[in-house]
């Protein structure tokens, strides 16, 4: 399927979402909280305990921080998608252009996914360089954080955790009547939908500093459990949307 109608519809979507105030202030709000915490985090621990297991215990923090601010802009802008076109008089000439469902459905996905993508990425980068530069500029040794565990649970489950809630508030958003309704709903979505992306800091409540290859073990099993759990979120999620995404029902509704 190509992905030229699925683009049109993603662009329009994330045009209507910016011109929401709540929407707008949400996305810049996150791209700059996710990397200032981070950075935060970092200089403030290697100047408290500048120890070799610093990687091992920031790391966890840093790629759950950094990946619960993904998903927050991905609610906001999917939670605007349908009942932000019934609002503007929009819905029901969308409905009957020439798309099918799964296009449709696509993009709007695409519409919250692909800017939330960007912001994890782009936080990624500045939590990096940035730390680094603080800790260069204090005379502290330099790390990699995240390291290639925090990586693996950057570009693998929060991206899936992101595609969940999409769905999830996809299927919100055609039921709701008020565009407020649908961000009210939205934090409750997101409470649930980031449990997967906190539980990798549990695994530095038992290990501590005591073992580093022991936490290191621990930190990876966890992660791979919560790609596993977003996996599972994502699917039952895709499953639903696709099933009970239906024009014919949405135009009877406007």
Known sequence: ?????????????????????????????????????????????????????????????????????????????????????????????????????????????????????????GGLIVTVIGSNLFLLMLGLPTILVPDLAGLFLLLTAAPVMMVAVVFTMILISGRVKRVYEAYQTSGAVVMVFIIPMVLPMTSLSDSGFGDPVQLSNLIWLTNIVTLLIAVVLMLVSGVLALKRFNRDRMISRV
């Open 1 to 121: 399927m190509a992905l030229e109608k699925p683009m049109i519809v993603a662009r329009s979507d994330l045009r209507m979402a910016l011109q929401v105030k709540y929407v707008k202030f949400g996305l810049i709000g996150m791209a700059a909280l996710g990397p200032v915490l981070s950075i935060l985090l970092v200089v403030g621990f290697m100047m408290a305990v500048p120890t070799e297991g610093a990687v091992l215990f920031l790391s966890p923090l840093v790629s759950s921080l950094l990946g619960m601010m993904s998903i927050i802009p991905a609610s906001l802008i999917s939670a605007n998608s349908l009942v932000g076109e019934k609002e503007q008089n929009t819905l029901e000439p969308l409905l009957c252009t020439p798309l099918t469902d799964t296009e449709l459905l696509l993009g709007k996905l695409l519409g919250s996914f692909i800017p939330s993508s960007v912001l994890l990425i």
